[in-house]
């Protein structure tokens, strides 16, 4: 579609077997509510906000009736693919993949996409199979975490680096967590040109932790909030690039490592 449009649910089921694209040449929308009863969306294929230059698309995801499910699962979701996107979770539940099909939520896909993800509370899901998060793949992604539990296999917060294709991704991203549980088997801060990790409030416990690389200025600020890994936490972890940073000013601040390199 070129043109503007507008989904409204707020009770009932809707499966789509292939992608679902809001906003793919103009601006898309889709309210997702459980106000009139429990509300689910299925996507067989991937759910794509702002998927070419210059449209925009938004999702919101909200949950107003407890004892009702508002839940969302795609195999894969894309906030800004070529252009805009925007995703608002207030609750309920948004997975990504499953247990027999790995997929992923990726925000700025593409050099020109830029995708912005704000949770207020609900869970996000993208972890089964080796799911994982990206902020910042080719393009700019944020995200802000205020309430709601995030859990993942990896979250990558500016680029990736592919080591089995030997391609690399280097877009910029910005993870800024004021409340809330993000928990995720690795997190990374080392490829794109810009990555920062914003710690001021919650819950934050990976496996492994690194923070620069080749091409990578990776800062994580922490003044609020918990930090625990439980395994090893690098801060500056090779290459010649940028310097890695870890700034930790807070009197509610508290890091918790298991081995820490420097």
């Not at 969302?72 to 252009?83: A, D, F, K, P, R």
């Not at 700019?140 to 993942?152: C, I, K, P, Y």
Request: negative net charge; charged residues 15%.
């Amino acid at each position: 579609a070129t043109g503007d449009g507008t989904v409204n649910l707020s009770g009932g089921t809707i499966s789509i077997t292939g992608d679902a694209i809001v906003g793919n040449a103009g601006e898309g929308y889709f309210y997702h509510d459980n106000l009139d009863d429990s509300a689910a969306v299925a996507v067989g294929g991937r759910l794509i906000l702002g998927a070419q230059t210059d449209s925009h698309g938004e999702y919101e995801l909200l949950d107003s009736e407890s004892g009702r499910d508002s839940t969302l699962i795609t195999n894969g979701t894309v906030v800004g693919q070529s252009g805009v996107g925007m995703f608002v979770q207030d609750g309920g539940l948004h997975q990504v993949g499953s247990i027999v099909q790995a997929a992923d939520l990726v925000l700025g896909e593409d050099a020109s996409g830029d995708g912005t993800y704000i949770m207020n509370g609900g869970a996000l899901v993208a972890e089964d199979n080796g799911s994982r998060i990206f902020v910042g793949f080719d393009g700019h992604g944020e995200f802000t975490l205020n309430d709601g539990a995030v859990s993942t296999a990896d979250l990558y917060v500016g680029g990736w680096y592919d080591f089995g294709t030997n391609t690399g991704h280097y877009g910029t991203g910005v993870f800024t967590q004021n409340g809330g549980d993000v928990s995720t088997g690795g997190l990374y801060l080392d490829n794109g040109p810009d990555s920062e990790y914003n710690l001021n409030g919650g819950t934050l416990t990976s496996g492994f932790g690194s923070l620069g690389g080749g091409n990578s200025g990776a800062v994580f600020n922490q003044s609020g909030g918990t930090n625990t890994n439980t395994g090893l936490f690098i801060v500056g972890n090779g290459g010649a690039g940028p310097s890695a940073i870890y700034t930790i000013d807070g009197a509610t601040a508290v890091a918790n490592f298991h081995d820490l390199w420097v």
